[in-house]
């Protein structure tokens, strides 16, 4: 059997249900690899985990270049046939340049979190450079990024790369094929609300616009700052009480059975951010059906592109196409089991796994 080591110095256990635990939990049980996750003592914990976590010990906690994480990986590079990077950043390159000078015959994956704009742009004379050095010396085997854009940006510089959009834990698997949602028209939205980069305020504003004319409830996720609560209140203080209770704060959630039951129970899932990565939120919402409206730094431009998606562009076009999606459920129901099989075909960590593996573990 054959070693998988995915590094990330700040693992711990909320990452369980993110890419970060994601990935190595779908190899260790989708694929014939033995797999450990590294990180950091500094962030030990009594949890039980799904695969071997490793406590390394450094004097840091963050993200900087850990002389101790390059002693073991010198160590054990012989023994490790996958090593699993997060974030095209100097740190990763650097570990991955101590790896394969001990195993040459080693495989580097490195998750990237570039946003949606990442090959958008014209990239400067230093940028190429360094690209064209680092794709020279195949110190990357396998570039696993989120968006379009960036792929094609990094597949020119000659980077082998796969389409790799955020998946779903294991407890999203078992839905049954049709969902059930609530009589009354719902909204969920994850984030902490006052977060000024999750910008709920829009969200509340736009509903707050049109709480006459049709019925909804909203539920956030995520928490809340004081100083949202307090905004919260005096946005609503001269409002019926009727309108004030359809919005329901349920603080922040872990458990991913509790996530599959809200959204399952929604019919829009909205993101209002100012600057994301691609959203676990979203493949999570759309594999329940749920139709998102995204603002343009939601991270689902791809999803806008393609058509499963509604894209918005200021305040007064968010609450124009909330209120058009919540008068016309049944259009917005049918787009929600469109975007459902769609997620169910591209954001599936099962299918990423069976890609890498007729690569590079046969």
């Given amino acids: 059997m054959k070693k998988w080591v995915t590094l990330f110095e700040r693992f711990q256990y909320f990452h369980l249900f993110k890419d970060v635990g994601q990935i190595p939990y779908h190899v260790q049980e989708y694929s014939e690899n033995n797999v450990e996750v590294w990180r950091k003592s500094a962030h030990s914990d009594e949890k039980s985990y799904p695969y071997e976590v490793i406590d390394i010990s450094s004097g840091s906690s963050g993200v900087k270049i850990s002389l101790s994480i390059i002693k073991k990986i010198i160590r054990e590079a012989k023994n490790i046939d996958y090593l699993n990077l997060f974030h095209f950043r100097k740190y990763s390159l650097v570990y991955a340049i101590f790896y394969k000078l001990f195993n040459s015959d080693g495989n580097v994956f490195i998750k990237c979190d570039f946003s949606h704009d990442v090959g958008l742009k014209p990239a400067g004379i230093v940028k190429k450079l360094t690209l064209k050095l680092i794709s020279k010396l195949k110190l990357i085997d396998l570039l696993l990024i989120e968006h379009l854009p960036a792929l094609h940006f990094y597949q020119s510089y000659g980077f082998e790369c796969l389409y790799t959009p955020n998946g779903v834990a294991k407890e999203y698997y078992s839905l049954v094929q049709e969902i059930n949602k609530n009589e009354i ?119 806008i592109d393609a058509g499963f998606a509604i894209g918005y562009q200021n305040s007064d076009d968010l609450k124009k196409k909330v209120y058009n999606s919540l008068v016309n459920i049944e259009f917005t129901l049918e787009k929600g089991r469109m975007i459902r099989s769609h997620i169910q075909e591209s954001n599936d960590w099962r299918v990423m796994v069976k890609k890498i593996d007729a690569r590079f573990f046969n």
Wanted: aromatic letters at 12%; a negative charge.
């Fill in 185 to 303: 028209p719902t909204i969920i939205f994850v984030g902490k609300c006052g977060d000024k980069r999750k910008n709920a305020e829009d969200l509340v504003r736009a509903l707050l616009s049109i709480s006459d004319t049709c019925q909804w409830k909203v539920m956030f996720v995520g928490g809340e700052t004081t100083e949202f609560k307090k905004w919260f209140e005096e946005a609503t203080d001269s409002l019926p009480h009727d309108i004030v209770e359809r919005f329901h704060f349920l603080g922040f959630i872990t458990e991913a059975s509790e996530m599959v039951n809200l959204y399952c129970q929604s019919h829009l899932f909205i993101m209002t951010s100012l600057s994301e990565g691609y959203p676990l939120s979203l493949a999570e919402s759309c594999w329940c059906g749920c139709y998102p409206i995204l603002s343009q730094g939601s991270g689902g431009n791809d999803l």
